[in-house]
């Protein structure tokens, strides 16, 4: 990036306009462009005639990335009436104290398989009532197609999060989390979360519900893996989450024609990756409600919540998260534990864009349980439990211009 | 199958007052357009109203759908000739009518993105890639492959029952509403079941020669009832018979939809002015930019894959991109040829660019010119049988590279061109990628 482009780019950024993040190294717009097509791409079950298009699955749990980010929105988790669950939008992670996946069904359920092999399951939840009455969701998949999990797996699903602005997030120097940390109360502290790269090396874990990945090119490697059964070059492996175990599921037909190939190229891969870098952070509706505003730091919802960070091009990221973990304590928490991270912990989730959620009726919190702002807040408990007795304890009038405010971003 | 284009549009602001327009002089005469643009040449610099500009736009995408809508019958009537008596010859016909029907259409995708209704409806039409191998058996003599291996066997074409998710669907029958089923049954997650390369796929079979000569080679045997080769004739018949049907529907559905009482029609007529003309050069602009430089060429560019293009089975990529261009401009400057010959023409956004600088005008009719003429010789080259353009695309084939870079390059000018002249109008757009978005100081430079 020259530094007139850098320079450029960083006062769109701070004008909120576009993501800094969007000049990938040797990458133009036009590049940018390719990487919404395979975005939006629906990729083909192998052999098809565009070579570059297939190795879909064998399992899988959507063909595209648009199908879980619509639009490059937040998924939507609708519970039918029965308990399952419609659409995508949602996963269902599997995992154990270890760090392995279930070793038959691997690190996903996947809900969705090429012609001739059966899906994993269907996604459900239950409802597990609590001592005070709420309704826990807790995910019980059905017709699990391939015996039983193993009784150390733990379960997590997870609603497909908004990724627009979320290209900012990786450009947040680390130091400034550490300096945002510190100067939190003692009791909502959060703490940063290092991750082990697959070369042995630590890195910041800044995407995914529990900030288990540290890039935005990570992560679409993972969801190319995990969720459409597409190999990358940091996951070469042609059956995606297939396990030893799943002996058909190996030996199906895949996309790749030589040793050393994968299905998703490094150079479609960072295409996808500028792109979804590109894609500007979302803007508030309405005009600026400073009360709402004001409310909301002084409920202590900004401590965590952070309306702003600073980028290393000198911009700010707006979208409303520390990057940090919290503990949000036991009516959040799930079973899967991932190793080095509590059961209850969180990544403060980004509010940008929570206008557009609630419009779609996407649901909120990881799971989509809640289905407003204030029902979110109301599962805040552990770090933020004061927060929530704080809101709670709002004045009528405050507390509209704080759900207003929020709903509005 | 693509999200609409209205999702992920990058919204920015034209009205920049940069040096390029500020120096236009105000009273330039206006120049003759480009010899190649005889509409634009004949028109007075008086602007047409933009009311006008719009409603002929209207007619327009009428009379393109319904050209495409009666090349698409003739196209019917050869393939049901030779579903009533399958033959090399009818079978030769059936493809040369799917061809010719084909570039009518390619006319009309620069309405596609600006109009939402045309967008939704683009799906069942002419999605892209596809999934042939739920359509019908793809290559029995892939080494990997083996006639036991259920996976391969399992198409609609061979099965009584398809799974979709967690949803089975019953393909026993094969009707309209069963593949708009299977493109639509989840979103995104469906496969692509009709439309213009279900039908090329039905025809030719999938392309086994890779980056070499030689498009696909299914035999018409596979439609012979009584010698059939391939397995289930008789359903591949129905299938190809039922995927015809539904885009000759589908076509005059989007005919009637820009009719006088249509839903297209009504939507972009309710928009203000500016709206509606920013509507049109959406539709160019991104089609010229994102979808044909881009996605359609560029990648293809990149990937070396001799499939990476649209008009896979049939070899007929050439065509479809020099008739996308040819459609690009018809739209810019309100004329088409119909299939009979007959021509149509009225006030257009080329005219309001001219009134409003002569100079922009003139810059666009030249980039049109250069993209046409660069693309021009992708089909000459191709219609010479030198080479087609999945040869084109082969790693270390330098000249045909160089040919389809040429064409990207030109695209991109164009498409900056074609936003100079929205700024000189002052709209605001949404086009499908542009440099300005990392860059908006781009369609200023330039």
């Known amino acids: ?409 | 199958m693509r999200a609409p284009f209205a999702a992920a549009a990058i919204a920015f602001a034209v009205g920049l007052s940069g040096p390029a327009f500020a120096q236009a002089p105000a009273s330039a005469p206006a120049k003759p357009a480009a010899s190649a643009q005889p509409a634009a040449s004949a028109k007075p610099a008086a602007a047409p109203k933009a009311r006008d500009v719009v409603l002929h736009y209207a007619n327009q995408a009428q009379a393109m759908y319904t050209n495409s809508y009666q090349a698409a019958v003739a196209m019917q009537t050869a393939i049901n000739a030779f579903l009533a008596a399958p033959s090399a010859e009818t079978h030769q016909a059936a493809k040369a009518a799917w061809k010719k029907a084909r570039d009518p259409y390619q006319i009309t995708e620069g309405f596609r993105f600006g109009n939402s209704i045309v967008d939704e409806w683009e799906g069942n039409v002419n999605a892209w890639p596809l999934d042939e191998g739920l359509i019908d058996y793809l290559d029995k003599s892939r080494p990997q492959s083996s006639d036991e291996n259920p996976l391969y066997a399992a198409n609609v074409i061979a099965s009584k029952t398809i799974r979709i998710g967690k949803k089975t669907v019953d393909v026993s029958k094969i009707t309209p509403q069963l593949l708009h089923q299977l493109n639509s049954a989840a979103g995104v997650e469906a496969n692509v079941a009709s439309g213009w390369h279900a039908i090329e796929f039905l025809l030719w079979g999938k392309d086994l020669h890779g980056t070499e000569r030689g498009a696909g080679e299914r035999p018409w045997t596979d439609y012979d009832l009584k010698a059939c080769t391939g397995g289930n004739c008789d359903r591949r018949a129905q299938y190809l018979k039922v995927a015809t049907d539904t885009l000759v529907a589908d076509l005059k559905e989007m005919a009637d939809d820009w009719g006088p009482k249509g839903s297209a029609r009504a939507a972009l007529l309710k928009k203000k002015d500016k709206a509606a003309l920013a509507v049109i050069f959406t539709g160019i602009g991104s089609l010229s930019y994102g979808e044909l430089a881009g996605e359609r060429m560029k990648l293809g560019l990149l990937l070396h894959d001799p499939e990476e293009e649209q008009d896979c089975f049939s070899d007929n990529t050439h065509n479809s991109h020099y008739y996308d261009e040819v459609g690009i401009q018809d739209i810019y400057y309100g004329r088409f040829t119909k299939i009979d010959g007959s021509t149509m023409s009225g006030p257009s956004v080329a005219d309001l660019v001219r009134a409003a600088d002569p100079k922009v005008a003139d810059e666009i009719d030249a980039k049109m010119a250069a993209a046409l003429a660069a693309i021009k010789v992708i089909k000459d080259t191709a219609d010479s049988g030198e080479m087609f353009y999945d040869m084109m695309l082969a790693e270390g084939n330098a000249k045909g590279n160089q040919m389809i870079q040429n064409g990207v390059d030109a695209l991109v000018a164009q498409a900056h061109a074609i936003e100079r002249g929205v700024a000189v109008l002052k709209l605001q757009i949404k086009v499908e990628g542009s440099d300005s978005l990392d860059n908006p100081d781009a369609a200023k430079k330039k």
């Open chain 1, 1 to 409: 990036m020259s530094g007139a482009r850098a320079a450029l780019g960083a006062g769109l950024a701070a004008a909120g306009l576009i993501a800094a993040g969007s000049a990938v190294a040797g990458l133009d717009a036009l590049d940018v462009q390719i990487g919404k097509a395979l975005f939006d791409r629906a990729w083909v079950v192998a052999p098809a005639s565009t070579k570059a298009d297939d190795g879909l699955g064998p399992l899988f749990d959507a063909r595209a990335c648009a199908s879980c980010h619509p639009r490059d929105g937040r998924g939507s988790i609708h519970v039918e009436a029965d308990g399952t669950l419609e659409g995508r939008g949602a996963v269902l992670a599997l995992g154990r104290p270890d760090g392995s996946g279930d070793p038959v069904y691997g690190r996903r359920l996947q809900i969705d398989a090429v012609q001739g092999l059966t899906p994993e399951g269907v996604l459900a939840v239950e409802e597990r009532v609590l001592p005070d009455g709420r309704k826990a969701r807790v995910a019980a998949p059905r017709h699990l197609a391939y015996g039983p999990l193993d009784p150390a797996t733990g379960l997590s699903l997870r609603a497909a999060p908004d990724l627009r602005g979320r290209g900012l997030l990786e450009e947040v120097p680390e130091a400034a989390l550490a300096a945002i940390a510190a100067a939190q109360p003692e009791a909502v502290r959060g703490r940063l979360r290092h991750v082990t790269l697959p070369d042995g090396t630590k890195a910041l874990g800044r995407y995914g519900w529990k900030a288990s990945q540290p890039s935005l090119e990570a992560q679409s490697s993972e969801a190319f893996f995990l969720d459409m059964g597409l190999s990358t070059p940091l996951h070469p492996e042609p059956w995606g989450d297939c396990t030893a175990a799943q002996e058909a599921c190996r030996a199906a037909p895949h996309g790749i024609e030589a040793e050393g190939q994968v299905e998703i190229a490094q150079s479609l891969l960072v295409r996808v990756v500028a792109y979804v870098a590109s894609l500007p952070v979302p803007q508030p509706e309405g005009s600026a409600n400073r009360k709402g505003a004001a409310v909301f730091a002084a409920a202590g919802c900004a401590q965590c919540h952070q309306p702003a960070l600073p980028t290393a091009s000198g911009g700010t990221a707006r979208l409303f998260t520390d990057l940090l973990l919290h503990d949000l304590g036991p009516g959040l928490a799930d079973t899967l534990s991932e190793p080095g991270v509590a059961a209850g912990e969180w990544r403060t989730a980004p509010l940008a864009g929570i206008s557009d959620a609630l419009k779609r009726k996407t649901g909120l919190l990881h799971d989509g349980r809640a289905q407003s702002v204030a029902e979110a807040v109301g599962w805040h408990g552990g770090q933020a439990d004061g927060a929530r007795r704080a809101f709670q304890a709002l004045n009528a009038a405050d507390r509209a211009a704080l759900v207003a405010y929020v709903s509005s971003l």
